[in-house]
């Protein structure tokens, strides 16, 4: 094959990196149900327990923020390091790939 496996190795990569984007999406999508099924549970277990206590309504509402506040908090933090994650993988392959897929030729063996 002479030269021809190094470009088409830099199209396989240029692929993988689409790929890698593509798994960051599935992977926050999966993250952020996870978060969200965690708030839910959280807040039925803080109604319970301010419902046991004969609790007024001002403070089983302001409960109820403060837990929607700390999981909407962990949310988006969580989506930001993965985007930046995914995101700096799906360019350095992207990148790599296309490069190699344009210049392969060129490379003297």
């Known amino acids: 094959m002479g030269r021809e496996w190094l470009i088409r190795a830099g199209c ?7 790929w890698s984007g593509l798994g960051g999406i599935i992977q926050e999508r999966i993250l952020a149900n996870s978060i969200r099924g965690r ?3 959280a807040i039925v277990q803080a109604k319970a327990a301010l419902l046991e ?3 007024n ?11 929607e506040e700390s999981f909407e908090a962990q949310l988006s933090h969580a989506s930001e ?3 930046l994650s995914v995101g700096i ?14 210049f392969g030729d060129l490379v003297v063996c």
């Open 12 to 18: 396989l990569v240029a692929m993988l990196g689409i």
């Open 39 to 41: 708030r839910r549970n």
């Open 81 to 83: 390091r993965l985007r």
């Open 53 to 55: 206590k004969d609790s």
């Open 57 to 67: 309504p001002e403070t089983t509402d302001a409960e109820i923020k403060k837990i």
């Open 89 to 102: 993988d799906e360019v350095v392959l992207v990148l790599t790939g296309t490069f190699i897929w344009g």
